[in-house]
């Protein structure tokens, strides 16, 4: 399996970004798809993770509201949608996926793309 993100970029605060993540390869209706970002300086950290089967989904408290993870089977790809953007939202954002117990814990996940870049000016 191998994870391509996309969709970064500079943004001002309060604007929005779509990344996406095309998935190659087999995605088992167990797997967990999910986004983390590391911010300048600090260790990677869930933001939002969706059951591919279920699609049942889960986010970190502080972009509850403001983003939305999705996915296109037909496409194998899922989505982040991010409104609202704040400074803090800055960092790399990867796409990882695996049969994940715990969705927030980064070992948990086998595959991770190459990440992508979102700069949130104030």
């Known amino acids: 399996v191998q994870l391509q993100a996309s969709g970064g970029g500079l943004v001002q605060a309060g604007g929005s970004l779509r990344l996406s993540c095309i998935i190659s390869?087999?995605?088992?209706?167990?797997?967990?798809m999910a986004w983390f970002r590391q911010a300048p300086g600090k260790e990677r950290q869930f933001v939002a993770g969706?059951?591919?089967?279920?699609?049942?989904?889960n986010y970190v408290d502080s972009v509850k509201g403001r983003f939305t993870i999705s996915r296109d089977s037909a496409k194998n790809t899922v989505f982040l949608q991010m409104n609202s953007l704040k400074p803090e939202d800055t960092g790399v954002y990867y796409c990882?996926?695996?049969?994940?117990?715990?969705?927030?814990?980064?070992?948990?996940?086998?595959?991770w793309g190459q990440g992508t870049l979102v700069t949130v000016s104030s």
């Open positions: 390869g087999r995605i088992f209706g167990n797997q967990i």
């Open positions: 990882s996926a695996g049969r994940a117990r715990t969705w927030d814990v980064e070992s948990e996940y086998v595959y």
């Open positions: 969706i059951a591919w089967n279920s699609r049942v989904t």
